[in-house]
């Protein structure tokens, strides 16, 4: 099985990232089991493992974690992205806001908008991107992700 990893010439540097570049995100489909199976380990709550609690509460139906939410962000950014950088280590996460709920079948897909890229004298550029996952066109989270990214090939 191939890991999917690109050499050190095709990867992309710190040098190389555009503020204003966005790039779009891969789809993945929250499967009614998947929502279930995530949310009895990580987040047990009943609107989101409970057919009957969730049909009875707020949402009128079963929803997705947050941080299952989130986590799909994190694949696909991964997967579409953060592979192809030459990415060292993340940094931090801000400005999370969960704006919708996630269904059972929903189809989401999402964007990473590089907002700051910012090199400094250890050959790292600290990459900002904004980060937003949406539903049908609908934004159901956003957030504020910062890596750092070699600047430049390791000499």
């Known amino acids: 099985m191939s890991s999917g990893r690109q050499t050190s010439a095709e990867r992309i540097y710190g040098r190389d990232l555009e503020v204003g570049r966005v790039y779009q995100l891969s789809e993945f489909v929250m499967t009614r089991?998947?929502?279930?199976?995530?949310?009895?380990k990580w987040d047990p709550q009943g609107f989101?493992?409970?057919?009957?609690v969730a049909?009875?509460?707020p949402y009128f139906g079963l929803?997705?974690?947050g941080a299952h939410t989130f986590a799909v962000m994190q694949r696909l950014s991964v997967l579409d992205v953060y592979?192809?950088?030459a990415v060292i280590a993340g940094k931090g996460v801000s400005d999370v806001a969960f704006l919708r709920p996630v269904r059972p079948d929903d189809v989401l897909t999402g964007t990473l908008t590089v907002v700051e890229a910012t090199s400094?004298?250890?050959?790292?550029?600290l990459v900002v991107v904004d980060s937003e996952l949406t539903v049908a066109g609908r934004p159901v989270l956003?957030?504020?992700v910062s890596s750092y990214v070699h600047a430049t090939p390791a000499v």
């Open 120 to 125: 400094d004298d250890r050959n790292r550029t």
């Open 142 to 144: 956003r957030a504020r």
């Open 63 to 65: 929803i997705a974690s």
């Open 55 to 57: 049909d009875d509460g």
């Open 83 to 85: 592979d192809h950088w």
């Open 48 to 52: 989101h493992i409970d057919q009957q």
């Open 33 to 40: 089991a998947e929502l279930i199976d995530f949310a009895l």
